[in-house]
């Protein structure tokens, strides 16, 4: 019965006996201690059960009682909970035990080699355990005691007792941060190592340098890290034991993680897991630690929303073990505080972050002294917190009360950051950064002077052309003052300008600047030219903005012609603006072929020092055009860099944050993630209608990327309300503020009549259907107008404005007028991208609808169909979502004329497609994409750059 684990169910004979023996404790305690271990435990854990820890401390504080409650292994779990409920209570027990196995190994410090060998393999058993229930400072006394011990005999066995001391020393001085000491603990287990080298043995060296690995990780040396977690991968044999495997995995699979090899990371870490409960079972704390490394390496490859689910399992497990104020349940929940603050940063909602963050440092300060080096991350991650909240917050004296507290947590962090591993290191460079982020939140509040100025326009107070008007007015006054004077005006411009650009009244903005350029022009000197220069950079971006390509053209000659200026006079301005400007008009052109050209000049400007607003809108322009050429890496690299550093330097509320999502939507969207897209775009649209209100163009063209976006995500259920209204929404602000033949209008005209055609396909109502091909023919033509005047016939804006005419053509049977615009479509295209672009195979795939359902010209259109699918695949891989309408079409074309073989073959393959789909996008949310970036802003451009010089990048497949 004794080795039987204990079920606590009252009617049991055996726990009946127990609680006998618990109840008569008094007088059976000798006897309780001559039991067997596994039933003397249950005695001691009923005596926890029934609250009486000052009986239960008397017990274990005695060394041979806890010697022999500790080969109880099978128990260990329970006994972390009577441990823990001890020193919860106040009872000193770790440091008990500790002292007196001190005092015990220097009373037997004469005794002969068995004695002393007998007392280091028990201290290696209680300094294992009390180092696995987080008593560090009391697990190293052990340790230092056994090592005292090994080093009273100079022969082979204690120096191999030696090293595994050295191991489990450095093991426990890593948990409490005593990086020196590691490091010399390290030297000394080598010194061991090299006299068993000399006298012809050797020890296994895989815990040894797993725990190298981890100090040095923790100081930041990541590279040497990843050198020694190598070494140590090496050394893992058959037989060692599996903590030490696991271990050594998990170290490793975290160098591998901040060298940015995420495949290796991940094949280490889910073995290590599976190890780890295959072993221990899934209620151990090595099965936690390995959870906790999981969740790392899932946050770092923007699986947040797994990595919050891994983080409170292994909180939940280490609760469960240790209890509450234990250390390693304060580190699980600092890392799910963290994770929970990034998983939740977008919707503001951070009441259980903070819970977590708080929760650490509670425990940490309850355990440890107020200047421990652990207390420095918790601190940070609450000091994120309370910033965070601060900005959401709509009471001035709450915020700037939170502002100072994220401040003083900072400082502190950064103080103790300091004073363990001094100026240059990674850790304090976070430190830092943190504290510019947060001085950015405490002066930064243009966003509440959007909402104001937004107010003012929609409430007919025309202030943007007022202020204009008033500007350049002063511009005329001051003509013929001094130079000073015409400076500072031109620097009051800038700034004016810059905002109304920003707001989005590109028409009141660009008023601004040419005043300002106009001052430039008086004075023929290098300074004037340098503002010259700047102002045609900001009036080249809202000539863009509002579509006048034409004079955008001119302002980029201009702003040459004074690059050229200073050049013969020894000057050099930097270019990545202005180009980063162009590659925005030539895209808009759809010039793709410049516009990329333009792109690479761009990044070629990229240098240390430049705003990040410029580096921001470079990279996006640059993602752009790589994405119109397919480059999708390229693209992906670039864009999400884009949106780490908007949101890192302005904020995941700032419209340059969104901005930088749009495009991020356009990649998603180019790469058939679809359903991200829509999310991005959401995420892009809620930020510009918080800074904008309703009626504003930056909203107007989020809403129409939305309603694109979710009539694609919609296009196989035929739900398209949510896209419609959208479009709608987008149509009735631009025609609110823009005249009635804007460019603008066409795109948005050509969603909204998408849409509606598809409507009108669905509706059972004769009437309503040819109405609404109507509305959607009538919206077309003005598409097509529209661009035909902004861009001519040979472009493929227009191109694709055809291609739409050909399908809508054909939902109103018109099939001649059908096929004809099809074919114009698919030849303008063909010029200008090339046989094998996407647009290419939307207006093929189109045609042999065309050929296929109406027209019964089954040959050709197989023929088409093939050529879109080999186009589809080779762009984006086998689960690409436009080869369904591929794939159905060939089914229904090989039932007409009766080619079932060829039927049940694509049945097939649309069954394959499907499970491949659903494998492909159980991912989650695009956001937890985009927090951290695995690069530098001058490796990102490097790297760029040197697949350049390498020729062409070949796109990505899939």
Known sequence: MAAVELEWIPETLYNTAISAVVDNYGRSRRDIRSLPENIQFDVYYKLYQQGRLCQLGGEFCELEVFAKVLRASDKRHLLHHCFQALMDHGVKVASVLANSFSRRCSYIAESDAHVKEKAIQFGFVLGGFLSDAGWYGDAEKVFLSCLQLCTLHDEVLHWYRAVECCVRLLHVRNGNCKYHLGEETFKLAQSYMDKLAKHGHQANKAALY??????????????????????????????????????????????????????????????????????????????????????????????????????????????????????????????????????????????????????????????????????????????????????????????????????????????????????????????????????????????????????????????????????????????????????????????????????????????????????CTLHDEVLHWYRAVECCVRLLHVRNGNCKYHLGEETFKLAQSYMDKLAKHGHQANKAALYGELCALLFAKSHYDEAYRWCIEAMREI????????????????????????????????????????????????????????????????????????????????????????????????????????????????????????????????????????????????????????????????????????????????????????????????????????????????????????????????????????????????????????????????????RSISIGKKLFGEGYSGLEYDYRGLIKLYNSVGNYEKVFEYHNILSNWNRLRDRQFAVADALEDVNTSPQATEQVVQSFLLSQSHGAGRPCLG
């Not at 591998?256 to 889910?270: D, G, M, N, W």
Request: hydrophobic share 40%; proline share 1%.
């Open 210 to 519: 797993g725990e190298l690995c981890a100090l040095l990780f923790a100081k930041s040396h990541y590279d040497e890290a990843y050198r020694w977690c190598i070494e140590a991968m090496r050394e893992i044999t058959v037989g060692l034991p599996v903590k030490v495997v696991v271990d050594v995995l998990r170290q490793a699979s975290k160098a591998c993680v901040v060298k940015r090899e995420f495949r290796k990371a991940e094949q280490l870490i889910k073995h290590a897991v599976f190890l780890a409960r295959e072993h221990f079972g899934h209620k151990h704390p090595k099965y936690s630690d390995t959870l906790l490394d999981y969740g790392f390496y899932l946050l770092n490859v923007d699986n947040i929303c797994q990595s919050v689910a891994i983080y409170q399992t292994a909180l939940d497990i280490r609760q469960s073990v240790f209890g509450g104020k234990n250390i390693h349940v304060a580190t699980a929940h600092e890392d799910l505080a963290y994770s929970s603050y990034v998983h939740q940063y977008s919707s503001g909602k951070f009441d259980n972050a903070l819970f977590h963050a708080e929760r650490a440092i509670d425990i940490i300060t309850h355990i440890l002294p107020e200047d421990h080096l652990l207390l420095a991350s918790s601190k940070r991650v609450k000091a994120l917190i309370l910033e965070e909240i601060a900005i959401d917050c709509h009471n001035k004296e709450t915020e700037e009360r939170l502002l100072q507290e994220a401040h003083d947590l900072h400082l502190s962090s950064l103080q103790l950051a300091k004073k363990a591993f001094g100026e240059f290191n990674v850790q304090t460079a976070k430190h830092y950064g943190n504290l510019g982020r947060l001085y950015q939140s405490m002066r930064k509040l243009k966003h509440l002077l959007h909402h104001c100025f937004q107010a003012l326009m929609d409430h007919g107070v025309k202030v943007a052309s007022v202020l204009a008007n008033s500007f350049s007015r002063r511009c005329s006054y001051i003509a013929e003052s001094d130079a000073h004077v015409k400076e500072k005006a031109i620097q009051f411009g800038f700034v004016l300008g810059g905002f109304l650009s920003d707001a989005g009244w590109y028409g009141d903005a660009e008023k601004v600047f040419l005043s300002c350029l106009q001052l």
């Open 607 to 866: 240098t240390v020092g430049l705003p990040v607003k410029v580096v921001v809108d470079v990279l996006r322009q640059a993602s752009k055009a790589c994405v119109v050429k397919r480059e999708f890496r390229k693209a992906e690299q670039l864009i999400k860099h884009a949106v780490f550093l908007a949101r890192e330097h302005f904020g995941h509320k700032h419209p340059k944050y969104s901005d930088t999502l749009l495009d991020y939507g356009f990649y998603l969207l180019n790469v058939d993630n679809i359903c991200q897209s829509v999310a991005i775009y959401q995420t892009a649209l809620d930020i510009r209608q918080s800074v904008f209100g309703g009626k504003n163009i930056h909203v107007a063209t989020a809403h129409e990327d939305l309603a694109y976006s979710s009539y694609v995500h919609q296009y196989s259920s035929g739900k398209f309300d949510n896209a419609l209204f959208h479009a709608e929404r987008a149509i009735d602000i631009i025609t609110h503020i823009l005249p009635e033949d804007h460019l603008l209008l066409a795109s948005s005209k050509r969603v909204k009549a998408l849409i509606l055609e598809e409507i009108a396909i669905d509706c059972h109502n004769k009437e309503t259907e040819e109405r609404l091909l109507q509305e959607a023919h009538d919206l077309h033509l003005s598409s097509l107008q529209l661009a035909k005047k902004a861009f001519g016939e040979f472009n493929v804006q227009t191109a694709k404005h055809y291609g739409n005419l050909g399908r809508l053509y054909q939902s109103m049977r018109k099939f001649k007028e059908a096929e004809e615009m099809h074919i114009k479509a698919i030849q303008i295209k063909e010029q200008l991208l090339g046989q094998e672009d996407y647009e290419v195979a939307l207006s093929v795939g189109h045609l042999a609808s065309l050929y296929n359902y109406d027209m019964n010209q089954y040959d050709d259109a197989e023929r088409l169909y093939l």
